[in-house]
Nanobody, 127 residues
Framework: QVRLVESGGGLVQAGGSLRLSCAAS????????MGWFRQAPGKEREFVAG????????RSADSVKGRFTISRDDAKNTVYLQLNDLKPEDTAVYYC????????????????????WGQGTQVTVSS
């Protein structure tokens, strides 16, 4: 059984930074793409950033480009999301997720292509 545990959320002022972590267990971490999503109250869960199984490819939502960076450390079975220059509209619960496909050639943005999810970590940005 795959388990994903996020940490690192909190309350921060606009312009500040946070680093989210997601520790994975249950299957060989290095063989699967990882993604970060977020969900604000009353809104759909949306893609934030993803990284391929090899770590050579990343993609991010237009709303966070240049501010958020995804990375992975396969030795620690952990994926990170560095959040810089935070804005009040970044306030949401942030979830990490693991891709469905073993060494998939495609890095998905659609949440339907991720089959394991963490419990989420709250990020609140005050103005």
């Amino acid at each position: 059984q795959v388990r994903l545990v996020e940490s690192g959320g909190g309350l921060v002022q606009a312009g500040g930074s946070l680093r989210l972590s997601c520790a994975a267990s249950g299957r060989t971490f290095s063989n699967y793409a990882m993604g970060w999503f977020r969900q604000a109250p009353g809104k759909e869960r949306e893609f934030v950033a993803g990284i391929s199984w090899s770590g050579t490819s990343t993609r991010s939502a237009d709303s966070v480009k240049g501010r958020f960076t995804i990375s992975r450390d396969d030795a620690k079975n952990t994926v990170y999301l560095q959040l810089n220059d935070l804005k009040p509209e970044d306030t949401a619960v942030y979830y990490c997720a693991q891709g469905q496909n073993y060494r998939g050639s495609y890095l998905p943005r659609d949440k339907r292509n991720y089959d394991y999810w963490g419990q989420g970590t709250q990020v609140t940005v005050s103005s």
